[in-house]
């Protein structure tokens, strides 16, 4: 089936340790999106992607690296900069305007 | 700059009865509105949206939303609410010049027996 798969579901790291959260879509959409969702704050933009090989800040970039190198891959790496990382993030994609979102992936800093 | 505002964190609403979850929002060009659920730990769900034409938007799971221009809202609705569409509900805007879409912080939608 078609779909966005995010991994792994449950991650947890020390302080000071870069962490990388996969993202795979093959719905064939051409753009996709990474946002984090905290208690309270909704969802926030990290960062998106529009085509391969381009990608741009979302509103809350600090801290944190992406890259697209084939379409259906959108990985985000949580640097140790991100002061704050513990939080659920989601990937999605959109071909048409709604977005096809994955099941998510909490992060936990120990 | 884009903005999306939902002024309620929690929606109660009896069995049976109407419910309204409000949005408003901010664009310098032509909106695309949508509305998402998420039910505990999971992904978000589309529901319906707005690009153009017909002001009144029919979607997933009985529910319906109207955009108004002049008001810059897209309140979802639906006429009877049943105890499964407790969620937690989400209105995300995105200006039809850019790729960009964000998200409103969200209303907690809990429906009584």
């Known amino acids: 089936d078609g779909g966005i798969t995010q991994s792994p579901k449950y991650l947890f790291r020390k302080e000071g340790q870069n962490v990388t959260l996969s993202c795979e879509q093959n719905l064939n959409h051409d753009a996709m999106y990474w946002y984090r969702q905290d208690p309270g704050q909704g969802l926030r933009l990290i960062y998106y992607s529009q085509i391969v090989n381009d990608f741009q800040k979302g509103d809350i970039a600090e801290g944190y690296s992406v890259s697209r190198e084939k379409k259906e891959s959108f990985p985000l790496t949580v640097t140790s900069a991100q002061k704050n990382p513990t939080a659920f993030y989601l990937c999605?994609?959109?071909?048409?305007?709604?977005?096809?979102f994955g099941e998510g992936s909490r992060l936990t800093v120990l | 700059a884009q903005s999306v505002a939902q002024p309620e964190d929690q929606v109660n609403v009896a069995e049976g009865n109407p419910l309204t979850v409000k949005c408003t929002y901010s664009?310098?060009?032509?909106?695309?509105l949508f509305w998402y659920v998420q039910y505990p730990n999971r992904g978000l769900q589309f529901l319906l949206k707005?690009?153009?034409?017909?002001?009144l938007v029919k979607g997933s799971y009985g529910f319906e939303a109207e955009f108004n221009k002049s008001q810059t809202s897209f309140h979802l609705k639906k006429p009877s609410a049943l105890v499964s569409d407790s969620a937690l509900y989400f209105c995300?805007?995105?200006?039809?010049?850019?790729?960009?879409?964000?998200f409103g912080s969200g209303t907690r939608l809990s429906i009584r027996p």
């Open positions: 707005y690009i153009t034409g017909d002001n």
């Open positions: 995300a805007v995105r200006d039809s010049s850019a790729s960009k879409i964000i």
């Open positions: 664009v310098s060009g032509n909106p695309y």
């Open positions: 999605a994609s959109t071909l048409t305007g709604e977005l096809f």
